[in-house]
């Protein structure tokens, strides 16, 4: 896109000139900042504090299932132990993780804009979202909760002996960030988009953070209202859930699972917007199929409103009403297939370089694929009766969840940590990292197919010996996916010091982030620019990108830095 700028200017002072990163100085200007950018560093610092707890709660359940007995943990501490991990890993990291960093970091930039368009509220999702998760770490200190992330009643809303309450106000509190988050995205990207910036100009990342905010807005109030029904039914023995009250327990699940399964797009479709530029950037060529890919973003937010059902195949829901939700859950697949064939569409010769970002993107597309495959199965009612509460529903999700999300990331951080940082990192060791956490992961959680499908139960720590070599197994996976995680903490942060100082376009990528300089200054850019090109137009020449309709031969990369 263009450098072209119109009118709309700020004066050219030193202050404004400066990197954001030393537009203020000390504690007070981090904490109370409205730059969206500074934002996007607090909530990355924030989700990896998490990340980590979550993943510590990951390595006592690996470290437990070593041995078919309870030799680690007891009962009730492997169901607080696997509770912490996913109210953690799925409130605190995975929904928040790309979104509420990158998002927040990249939108403003992408469509030529300065901030978001309400500074203020998302200094305050910020300060939301830290005190969900205080209060998740305080319930933590006190004991913990035994529910699991789920919630289920009526164990949670009369039989729990755990903190369950502060749990739903964790997670109820950290709704709100999600929803303001999403609220300031979509305004953001009606109102805020530089002159030309029309909706077929926007890049795909944008548009699929678009479909995530919808998705905030209208899914995360169903959440928050079911676990306030929760909690009247805990507090005061209102009949809403129990039975013996006069409730419904599947009405819990409904809504539940009417919020929890389009919570799965929230983790993965900015993954996927994350991908698609990387892949296109890779390549250097122009996406295939733009409309598609952005179409496609849209039709899993409307379509994963509708298939929440297939998580109740045995709950003894109405027979015709689990075959619809079943054909729904095959349907809602065909716009991720469409992303797929896509991508390898765009590689199709292209003259690929085998970075870091790349392979972490080749990472999330194999791992993507594998927990698609298996979705796709679990839609299938004969195959989910036979595995429903398996360890394979348990490798599925992470497959998806973790996998998927976690390796889109790490792509992200790489991709786009000279433009936050404005320093490089070592290349070498982000293909070593990519590596370690493709192939510690599938042997971590490719075992648990196996085990799921043999009869292995979730949430057991108990089992048979003939399960102990495939349960040593991925304990062995855990460790190398462990390495893998902990390895870009130490050279990244190595680089903030050592790194070679970045250049504007350090990967020869199109898009408006890459033409203000590494670190961005702290209004973005001194003059609003005029886009008058189509999104990801190659080759990227010293002038910027070939015009709009021109020829998109490949040429050569520009060298990096």
Known sequence: MNARTSQDAIPDTAEERASYLNAGHGLRSWLLTTDHKRIALLYLVSVTFFFAVGGSAASLIRLD????????????????????????????????????????????????????AFPRLNLASWYIFMAGGLITLGIVVMGGVDTGWTFYTPFSSTYSNGYVLGALAAVFVSGFSSILTGLNFIVTVHKLRAPGMTWGRLPLFVWSHYATSVIFVLATPVLSITLVLVALERIFGVGIFDPKLGGDPLLFQHLFWFYSHPAVYIMVLPAMGVVTELITAAAHKRVFGYWFIAGSSIAIAVIGFMVWGHHMFVSGQSPYASTIFSFLSVVVAVPSAIKVYNWAATLHK???????????????????????????????????????????????FHYIMVGGTVSAFFGALHYWWPKITGRLSNDTWARVSALAIFVGFNLTFFPQFMLGYEGMPRRYHVYPPEFQVLQVMSSL??????????????YLSWSLRYGKPAGPNPWGATGLEWSVPSPPPKHNFDQIPWVDTAPYCYPVTPDGPAPEGGDSKQKERMEHG
Not at 355 to 384: K, N, Q, R, Y
Not at 477 to 490: C, D, H, I, K, R
Request: net charge negative.
């Open 477 to 490: 996976g855990a460790s190398v996916l462990a390495v893998g995680y902990v390895l870009p903490l130490v």
């Open 350 to 396: 292209g003259e690929i370089l085998l970075d870091g970002p790349f392979l972490f993107a080749m990472g999330f597309i194999g791992l993507f694929v594998v927990g698609g495959l298996t979705g796709l199965m679990l839609a299938m009612l004969a195959i989910d009766v036979h595995v429903h509460d398996t360890m394979f529903v348990v490798a599925h």
């Open 65 to 116: 299932l070593l041995t078919p007995q309870a030799d680690l943990l007891t009962n009730d501490g492997y169901n607080r132990a696997f509770s912490l991990h996913g109210i953690v890993m799925v409130w605190f990291f995975l929904i928040p993780s790309i979104p509420n960093v990158f998002g927040n970091f990249l939108i403003p930039l992408m469509i030529g804009a300065r901030d978001l």
